[in-house]
């Protein structure tokens, strides 16, 4: 049996006929960016995410930098952010010449944990005036970017209360969790100061490349946003301050906009499929030995991933692609142990939760369409392996 680890042709199927007469519409308009369509994007992801505005963006890591540049981040800046996420969390900090500040990870849920963030605060940083000051480097720290990490919220009560005290802005980092909730229903993107969504087709909800957006709150943040998004020209051609181009294609707008309608029967159907997964495991007498995602006790978690945690991973990779199933490492390498940050003088161990998370996570499919009896053989190659 083949069990590839996503497989979107299953998904476009019956919107085929949909999504084909809306990207014949746009280019019969021929409004190919910032059209119509993006504003009712924008409309349609705020309301979703329980914000009051939308931003739509060209990509997820554009969320990210546009939201970090509206906030005036820059050299001599920090922002406390998880060395256990995608590359861009950080990416985006170093490309505005800020510092990113490492915190260690939950090992539960490899999210932000506030407990490390609060005994890093109080070991290295220092107040000067109304500055938060990193006392080695001397950098002042602005943001605390926490990442919602597989599809289920970090604990943002806790990072907020942090945030606030210590007057820091916080920038959620929400593109693997597009509906995902605090146990009072609060919605990934809606709880900091801007939140950051990306559309790679990967996720919950895909677009047909490259795409994302910043959801918030706040009025002023929206506009400062909404012009450097166009390379900070308000009216065009006059530039107080330099932006970039982050716009976003209305052919993904539209595409979008047919997707979004699904999006909560897919959540429903991935946290199905996890449900099963947890049953299967257990069922087969290796949960013991395959640690199943832990759902913090009320949130709502849409699993972007379905992240097994192991022993021997990287040969149980091997054998479960010799078998047909696909897997994907998220992420093998922390970000405080790459090569691109040796700048920052970290060694591997400084982090060791996130250190060791990497070491032992691996992602088996979950997609929506994936069928009971493609879990079943999942699982049972997985239950083969530690047998053997």
Request: neutral net charge.
């Amino acid at each position: 049996m083949q069990v590839p680890l996503l497989d979107l042709k299953g998904q476009y199927a019956p919107l085929r006929a949909e999504i084909e007469q809306a990207i014949a519409q746009v280019c019969n308009e021929q409004r190919f960016v910032l059209g119509p369509k993006v504003g009712e994007l924008e409309t349609q992801i705020a309301a979703y995410s329980q914000a009051e505005h939308g931003l739509g963006v060209s990509s997820g890591t554009d969320a990210l930098l546009v939201a970090l540049m509206a906030l005036g981040i820059g050299p001599g800046d920090e922002v406390i952010t998880s060395p256990f996420t995608f590359f861009a969390t950080a990416g985006v900090v170093a490309r505005l010449g800020a510092r990113p500040l490492f915190c260690d990870i939950d090992p539960r849920t490899y999210n932000l944990d506030p407990a490390a963030v609060r005994a890093m605060l109080e070991k290295k940083c220092e107040q000067r005036g109304d500055r938060l000051v990193n006392k080695a480097t001397g950098g002042v720290v602005r943001v605390l970017l926490p990442v919602h990490l597989y599809g289920q919220m970090a604990p943002m009560d806790e990072l907020v209360a942090i945030a606030k005290r210590y007057r820091l802005a916080v920038v959620e980092d929400a593109a693997q969790a597009i509906g995902a909730a605090l146990p009072d229903g609060r919605r990934a993107g809606s709880v900091g100061d801007v939140g950051c969504l990306s559309f790679f087709p990967t996720k919950n909800l895909g677009a047909f490349g490259d795409a994302g957006m910043c959801v918030t709150n706040d009025r002023g943040l929206q506009e400062r946003m909404r012009i450097l998004r166009v390379h900070g020209g308000e009216p065009k051609y006059y530039h107080s301050f330099i932006g970039g181009n982050f716009r976003l294609d209305e052919i993904q707008a539209a595409v979008l906009l047919i997707k979004l309608k699904h999006l909560e029967d897919w959540t429903i159907a991935r946290q199905r499929n996890a449900d099963h997964y947890d049953a299967l495991i257990r069922d087969a007498g290796i949960a013991g030995i395959v640690g199943v995602p832990f759902r913090a006790p009320g949130y709502r978690h849409i699993f972007n991933q379905y992240m097994i945690r192991v022993r021997r991973r990287d040969e149980l990779r091997v054998h479960l692609a010799a078998n047909g199933v696909g897997t994907e490492i998220y992420y093998p390498v922390p970000l405080h142990a790459q090569q691109c940050f040796a700048y920052l003088e970290h060694s591997p161990e400084d982090f060791p939760h996130s250190l060791a998370a990497a070491a032992e996570v691996l992602a088996l499919p979950i997609y929506p369409e994936l069928a009971a009896e493609q879990r079943e053989y999942v699982v049972k190659q997985i239950a083969a392996f530690y047998r053997a």
